[in-house]
C-alpha cells in the first residue's frame, strides 16, 4: 500500500508564497520521477512542476516558470513545491503525483495524493 500526503495549502494574498510538501509512505522500492499538478474548477488537470530521481532534471508549466521551484528530498521520499509571487488565477486545487516501483523487478505505477486546496486572493 502506497500513499501520497500533501501539505501546505491555504489562503494567501496576491503577491505572496506558499510551500507545498508531499511525503509518500508505504510499501516503495524506489521512486522514479515526482510532480505536481493543479486543477481549477472547471478546468483539466495541468502539469505545474516535474522532477527527475536524482533531482537532474525538473520542467515547469509555462505560467509558473520563474515563480515556482520544485525540489525533492529522496531520503525523505518528500517533494516540494516552492511557489512565489502568487498570483489570483494560481488558485486551484494541487496535486502530487509519483511514478512508483513497489518491486525491484517490477513494474511502475503512477500514484497521486489526494490534494490540498491553494487560493490567492486579497
Known amino acids: 500500500q502506497v500513499r501520497l500526503v500533501e501539505s501546505g495549502g491555504g489562503l494567501v494574498q496576491p503577491g505572496g508564497s506558499l510551500r507545498l510538501s508531499c511525503t509518500t509512505s508505504?510499501?516503495?522500492?524506489?521512486?522514479?520521477?515526482m510532480g505536481w499538478y493543479r486543477q481549477a474548477p472547471g478546468k483539466e488537470r495541468d502539469v505545474v512542476a516535474l522532477?527527475?530521481?536524482?533531482?537532474?532534471?525538473?520542467q515547469y508549466g509555462d505560467s509558473v516558470k520563474g515563480r515556482f521551484t520544485i525540489s525533492r528530498d529522496n531520503a525523505k521520499n518528500t517533494v516540494y513545491l516552492q511557489m512565489n509571487s502568487l498570483k489570483p488565477e494560481d488558485t486551484a486545487v494541487y496535486y502530487c503525483?509519483?511514478?512508483?516501483?513497489?518491486?525491484?523487478?517490477?513494474?511502475?505505477?503512477?500514484?497521486w495524493g489526494q490534494g490540498t486546496q491553494v487560493t490567492v486572493s486579497s
Open positions: 522532477i527527475t530521481s536524482g533531482s537532474s532534471s525538473t
Open positions: 508505504g510499501s516503495i522500492f524506489s521512486i522514479n520521477a
Open positions: 503525483n509519483a511514478i512508483i516501483r513497489r518491486l525491484w523487478d517490477g513494474p511502475t505505477y503512477s500514484y
